[in-house]
């Protein structure tokens, strides 16, 4: 059972500056493990995981790796001091720090040149609430979720960057509520080639929670289902938190 392998939310680092794990990391989480059933034939090589937080879903894709036997480079970012120090913490915490590279970045602007075309598994919970656009500006936990207009604001400066990153393999997992429009967001993705669907959907309180895949509109359709087939049975349980996962093959 891969879910046995995933990191112990009592054993994340607990910082108030820091989001802690809540409904949207832990879909993301069930949507990760059901992708690794794939990493079996398709190992990821670079995984990325932007706005890391506390730590638990980078430390979780580790604990999966080595539990997989994957040796794979793994980077965690976050625009956040305190969040790296948090995952940093997380991983130790795992006994997993050595197998993450953490790297306070806007996004991924500072990596774009040396990732670009190779990122097998970009990860990504953004903060999507819809706030005045101001709000986006402040530091400190705000940013994990202070999302602007729509929450779209941090989400639409990330969409441009994730076809220049993604591997020919690559896959993006993009959390999402309804009010950011994950049919917009995928239509956007499809004009930077990429086609994408939702892929699971969580009600949390009263957050309608989305999670997005989206996949190389060249894929052949045999890549495809192959790609989609991992994610089967994700979506519709429970309903409204979204999900968008890209599936790249070029
Ligand atoms: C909703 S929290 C998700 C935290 C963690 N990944 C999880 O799912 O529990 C969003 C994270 O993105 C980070 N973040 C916000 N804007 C960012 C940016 N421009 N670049 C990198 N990280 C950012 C925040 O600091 C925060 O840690």
């Known amino acids: 059972m891969l879910r046995e392998h995933i990191a112990d939310v009592r054993l994340t680092h607990a910082d108030r500056d820091v989001y802690d794990p809540s409904d949207d990391s832990f879909a993301l989480v069930d949507a990760l493990v059901k992708a690794a059933e794939g990493w079996h034939d398709t190992p990821p090589r670079i995984c990325v995981e932007v706005g890391s937080g506390s730590g638990y879903i980078t430390c979780s894709v580790a604990l999966l790796l080595q539990h997989l036997g994957v040796t794979a480079h793994c980077i965690a970012t976050d625009i956040n001091p305190a969040a790296l120090r948090a995952t940093e913490q997380t991983l130790h915490a795992h006994n997993v720090a050595s197998r993450v590279d953490l790297v306070r970045s806007d996004l991924l602007l500072g990596l774009r040149q040396r990732l670009h075309g190779a990122v097998d598994l970009l990860v990504f919970n953004p903060p999507y609430v819809p706030t005045p656009d101001e709000e986006v500006l402040r530091t400190g936990i705000a940013q994990a979720w202070a999302g602007g207009y729509r929450g779209r ?5 990330f969409l441009p ?16 509520v309804a009010e950011n429009d994950p049919e917009e967001i995928i239509s956007i993705m499809q004009q930077h080639g990429l086609l994408g669907r939702i892929v699971l ?3 949390a309180d009263e957050e309608h929670l989305s999670i997005i895949w989206p996949i190389w509109d060249f894929v052949g359709e045999n890549q495809r289902g192959q790609g989609a087939t991992h994610l089967t049975g994700l979506a519709n349980e429970g309903q409204h938190f979204h999900m968008c996962a890209p599936f790249l093959g070029r």
């Open 153 to 157: 604001v941090i989400i639409d400066r």
């Open 161 to 176: 960057l994730v076809g220049d990153l993604l591997s020919p393999q690559g896959q993006l997992f993009l959390v999402t």
């Open 201 to 203: 959907r969580r009600k």
